[in-house]
C-alpha cells in the first residue's frame, strides 16, 4: 500500500513547518483522509475546493464535464463532491477518454507535441459539450497545459489553479489568525 508513505511524507513536511498541505495530484486524493488524519495542519481537498467553487460561480449548471484521467475518475471523488452539491458529472466517451484524454495526458508528461495534445483535448472537450456540459472541469494536472479554455463554449474551471488559489487563500487567513 502507498497510504503508509504518504503519510510518512504528510507527516515530514508537518514537522518542517509547513503551515498546509496541497496536494497537486487529483488522484492521490483518494487518500486525502488518511493524510488528513496523521497531521494537525490542513490538508487541502482539490475536489472538495473545485466543487465548491463551481457551485459558487456556476450556481445553476448541473451538468459538469470532466476531463480527467482513468484514476481519477475510477476514484469517484469527483463523482461524490458533485453529487453532493446536486450536479451531475458527464465524462468522455470511453473511446474519447481513451484516444483523446489519456493519450493527451500521456503526451504531456512525456513532453510530446504540445498542439496535438490542445486538439485531442479539444475534441474531448467538445464530446462533454455535445452530451451536456454546462461547465467543464480540467481535473487533471497535466490537462491545462494543453487545453484552451478560449476554445470551449462553456465555462472552464481548472482544477490546479482552484488548488492554488485556496492555498493562497488558507495561507493568508491563517496569517492574520497570528
Given at each position: 500500500?502507498?497510504?503508509?508513505?504518504?503519510?510518512?511524507?504528510?507527516?515530514?513536511?508537518?514537522?518542517?513547518?509547513?503551515?498546509?498541505?496541497?496536494l497537486?495530484?487529483?488522484?492521490?486524493h483518494?487518500?486525502?483522509?488518511?493524510?488528513?488524519?496523521?497531521?494537525?495542519?490542513?490538508?487541502?481537498?482539490?475536489?472538495?475546493?473545485?466543487?465548491?467553487?463551481?457551485?459558487?460561480?456556476?450556481?445553476?449548471a448541473?451538468?459538469?464535464?470532466?476531463l480527467?484521467?482513468?484514476?481519477?475518475v475510477?476514484?469517484?471523488l469527483?463523482?461524490?463532491?458533485?453529487?453532493a452539491?446536486?450536479?451531475?458529472?458527464?465524462?468522455?466517451?470511453?473511446?474519447?477518454?481513451?484516444?483523446?484524454?489519456m493519450?493527451?495526458?500521456?503526451?504531456?508528461?512525456?513532453?510530446?507535441?504540445?498542439?496535438?495534445?490542445?486538439?485531442?483535448?479539444?475534441?474531448?472537450?467538445?464530446?462533454?459539450?455535445?452530451?451536456?456540459?454546462?461547465?467543464?472541469?480540467?481535473?487533471?494536472?497535466?490537462?491545462?497545459?494543453?487545453?484552451?479554455?478560449?476554445?470551449?463554449s462553456?465555462?472552464?474551471?481548472?482544477?490546479?489553479?482552484?488548488?492554488?488559489?485556496?492555498?493562497?487563500?488558507?495561507?493568508?487567513?491563517?496569517?492574520?489568525?497570528?
Amino acid at each position: 500500500s502507498i497510504i503508509p508513505y504518504l503519510v510518512e511524507g504528510t507527516t515530514r513536511l508537518e514537522k518542517a513547518g509547513a503551515s498546509l498541505i496541497a496536494l497537486p495530484c487529483n488522484t492521490v486524493h483518494f487518500f486525502h483522509d488518511d493524510m488528513q488524519r496523521a497531521v494537525k495542519i490542513p490538508v487541502l481537498h482539490m475536489i472538495r475546493e473545485t466543487a465548491d467553487v463551481v457551485a459558487r460561480n456556476h450556481p445553476n449548471a448541473r451538468r459538469i464535464g470532466l476531463l480527467a484521467s482513468d484514476g481519477t475518475v475510477a476514484t469517484g471523488l469527483y463523482e461524490r463532491e458533485f453529487s453532493a452539491r446536486g450536479m451531475k458529472l458527464v465524462y468522455p466517451d470511453e473511446a474519447i477518454q481513451k484516444d483523446c484524454v489519456m493519450k493527451a495526458i500521456y503526451g504531456i508528461k512525456a513532453g510530446g507535441d504540445k498542439q496535438a495534445s490542445e486538439e485531442l483535448l479539444f475534441t474531448a472537450g467538445q464530446n462533454v459539450e455535445h452530451k451536456g456540459a454546462e461547465v467543464i472541469v480540467l481535473g487533471c494536472t497535466e490537462i491545462p497545459l494543453a487545453f484552451n479554455p478560449r476554445r470551449a463554449s462553456v465555462p472552464v474551471v481548472n482544477a490546479t489553479r482552484v488548488l492554488a488559489e485556496a492555498a493562497i487563500r488558507e495561507y493568508f487567513q491563517e496569517a492574520k489568525k497570528q
